[in-house]
């Protein structure tokens, strides 16, 4: 059975309830404490959890002095109760310290120097033991708690004041978040979620959720993968030595993934084929654009990216023919550059799925509602599965909350991140371990047709949220009568639902496609949702001159590597060539931001 959640939000304020809805939350919303202390569930009183604004604290306090209880008595129906979001109202801090019987003091947030600690706790998840910070001055807050009567349990602090605080009452427990920063689910976003910006607005909600035991949409497993951009199959790329690489993954047990230019098809050495083929799916392959260009999937017309989309398909199969070598049918834009026309012509293709660093569309200069960023993939884009991957550089706790939010942790790097040895790789993929030891290394395609959420219903059943056309179910996690739901925005396109190639009857509910199934048999199930035209386009012929242009960047690119893994000198020189070019992305990057 599912712990009942009652929301108790501000008058006029829905935010919460939005995000709670977008998590996947099932809650019963009420608009006073009086009803939510008058439910008749309230003998199920025993696990039942209670989210309670600000306002409705204060007037709590006023109801529990006109009964003559405590507010551990008022609200003795509940076993967890959370107080968010907070402001840091007088009469509010006030109320929590009459509720724990002790004193609270409220202490304001100076300059950038405060930063985030967590707890060693196991409902820290992926967060447990990190520092990382600044705390934002303009929503957070932190408490001085001293000479309570029950025991204090400090979640989060910052410097050594109280930030998210848990009070063990004798049968029930309290939580409060020391932040009015509720995460914005309808905003639009142009860029990845960043751990410090949005900790206080996202995260203690959803420990509470977690350590409360409440339903949502829950990733069943989490995976990994590190991203090479570019190189080629030979014995040297730039600073990248294949050999090397394959001895890191061999005792790290991590899974690297190249991505690799179909252009390259025919540039590769027997040696390094043979080290990816004996450590697959540790070491893999997949599709990184076609013949990396500028703009190259950046088309209004969806039929241009179908046809780079079926020579790319061609090269990687005449590759897989000479070299006994599988890819995955992933696609990695070049320059991390998309148009909403690519994204429609890779639903339509036999591709499964994209990674990428960018999440807008270069086409429309849009990006994405919040909300999409909490799933594990993007799929307002035709449908198509978008899995945001993060460059090696980024802060720790920037994948701890990837983790957190059930998606894969997905590492995009260049050659030159190998400028000074192996270490720092050795380095990264230790510290990505320490976030999760259940963290399950493997490729890309494994990773998205493995990637689905779950969550329990009321009446005991299960409801599957699908992202990949092509999805693995581990049937341990998922038996018995399942609903499906798949985010399909192709109006105009039929769909075809299949379990276990069994043709399901499936129907539409807005931009979702449903269906459901019964799986008693132990074994993988495996899930499609195919798109009537869901077939690669006949391969295109493109001119002469074009052809000659795009040799001669793949030559002068790995050239470039190459020399960039050279003696200093060269590089100087090198460096003293790009400038005027170095100087027109930082322009173009400037617009875009």
């Not at 129906?77 to 724990?100: C, K, M």
């Not at 002790?102 to 967060?127: K, M």
């Not at 303009?138 to 400090?154: C, Q, R």
């Amino acid at each position: 059975m599912t712990v009942p959640l009652i929301l108790l939000e501000s008058a006029g304020s829905n935010q919460l309830a939005r995000l709670l809805e977008t998590l996947g939350v099932i809650f019963e919303p009420c608009s006073s404490v009086e009803e939510a202390l008058a439910d008749p569930d309230r003998s199920e009183g025993g696990n039942r959890a209670l989210i309670l604004s600000e306002e409705h604290l204060v007037a709590a306090s006023l109801l529990a002095r006109d009964r003559r209880l405590s507010l551990v008595q008022l609200f003795s129906g509940y076993a967890r109760v959370l107080v968010y979001p907070l402001s840091g109202r007088v009469d509010a801090i006030e109320a929590l310290s009459e509720w724990i019987n002790g004193e609270i003091e409220i202490f304001s947030l100076h300059g950038s120097e405060n930063d985030y600690s967590v707890s060693r706790l196991i409902a820290a998840g992926p967060f447990a033991g990190l520092e990382f910070g600044p705390a934002n001055p303009n929503s957070d807050f932190a408490l001085g708690i001293a000479k309570s009567a029950y025991p204090v349990e400090t979640i989060v602090c910052i410097g050594k004041l109280d930030f998210f605080t848990r009070i063990d009452f004798p049968a029930s427990q309290l939580f409060f978040c020391c932040s009015n920063a509720v995460f914005d689910v309808g905003a639009e976003v142009r860029r990845n979620l960043e751990a410090a910006a949005h900790f206080s607005g996202l995260v203690p909600l959803i420990v509470f959720l977690r350590h409360c035991g409440i339903a949502s949409w829950r990733t069943p497993a989490l995976m990994a993968n590190l991203l090479i951009d570019d190189p080629d199959l030979t014995a040297k790329y730039g600073f990248l030595e294949p050999k090397r690489l394959a001895r890191c993954v061999d005792d790290l047990g991590c899974a690297v993934s190249i991505g690799f230019i179909p252009w390259n098809f025919k540039r590769t050495s027997s040696a390094v084929v043979e080290m990816f083929r004996d450590r697959w799916p540790l070491l893999s392959l997949c599709v990184h654009g076609c013949d990396h260009v500028k703009d190259e999937f950046c088309s209004t017309r969806v039929s241009t990216s179908q046809h780079l989309i079926s020579l790319a398909r061609e090269r990687m199969k005449q590759f897989s023919l000479r070299t006994g070598l599988k890819y995955d049918k992933v696609m990695v834009f070049p320059r991390g550059e998309f148009s909403g026309s690519a994204m429609q012509a890779l639903r339509q293709s036999t591709l499964l799925g994209g990674v990428n660093t960018q999440l807008y569309d270069n086409q429309s200069g849009r990006g994405v509602t919040a909300g999409e960023l909490l799933r594990p993939a993007i799929t307002a884009y035709s449908g198509f599965p978008l899995f945001i991957r993060r460059p090696a550089d980024e802060p720790i706790a920037n994948f701890a909350l990837d983790l957190l939010l059930g998606k894969p942790c997905l590492v995009g790097m260049h050659h030159d991140f190998f400028r000074d040895g192996p270490e720092s790789f050795i380095s990264l993929v230790n510290s990505l371990n320490s976030l999760d030891p259940s963290l399950v290394w493997t490729n890309l395609e494994s990773i998205i047709c493995q990637t689905y959420a779950v969550r329990p219903t009321s009446n005991g059943g299960t409801e599957v949220r699908l992202f990949s056309p092509w999805t693995s179910l581990a049937s341990e996690r998922t038996r018995g009568e399942i609903r499906f739901s798949k985010h399909e925005p192709l109006a105009n396109r039929e769909f075809r639902a299949m379990v276990n190639d069994q043709d399901a009857v499936s129907a539409r509910q807005g931009d979702d496609v449903l269906f459901s199934a019964k799986i008693e048999s132990s074994g993988t199930t495996v899930v499609r949702t195919a798109v009537s035209s869901a077939v690669d386009q006949p391969v295109p012929s493109y001119p002469m001159p074009y052809r000659v242009k795009v040799a001669a960047r793949r030559h002068f690119s790995r050239i470039r590597d190459n020399h960039e893994a050279g003696p200093a000198w060269l590089r100087d020189i090198w460096k003293w060539a790009r400038r005027p070019a170095r100087k027109e992305r930082s322009a173009a990057h400037e617009e875009v931001s």
